[in-house]
C-alpha cells in the first residue's frame, strides 16, 4: 500500500505509461481532486495511486483510463446503486 500522506498540492500525477494526467489540488475522503493538463476538474480514487516519489505521483491506470475516470459523472467517486 503506498504511503498517500506524501501527496502535496500541486505535485503532478501521472499516467503508468508516465504521461501527465494533472495536478493535485486537495484531498476528500478516499479520493484526490486534480486540475487535469485540459484545465477542467476531477477527482480520483486515492486506490489508483500506485507510487509517491518527492516531487511526483503515479497512478496505475493508463493515461486515457485516468482521464475517462476522472472526467466521468461520478467524478471517479464510487457511488450507491
Known amino acids: 500500500m503506498v504511503d498517500t500522506t506524501l501527496l502535496r498540492e500541486g505535485m503532478p500525477l501521472l499516467s503508468q505509461e508516465g504521461e501527465l494526467i ?18 477542467r476538474r476531477g477527482v480520483l480514487p486515492l486506490s489508483e495511486i500506485s507510487r509517491v516519489e518527492e516531487d511526483k505521483a503515479t497512478c496505475q491506470l493508463r493515461h486515457a483510463d485516468a482521464l475517462r475516470l476522472m472526467n466521468s459523472p461520478a467524478g471517479g467517486r464510487h457511488t450507491e446503486a
Do not use: I, K, Q
Not at 22 to 39: A, K, N, P, W
Open 22 to 39: 494533472g495536478r493535485v489540488e486537495r484531498f476528500e475522503t478516499g479520493h484526490v481532486s486534480l486540475l487535469g493538463v485540459d484545465g
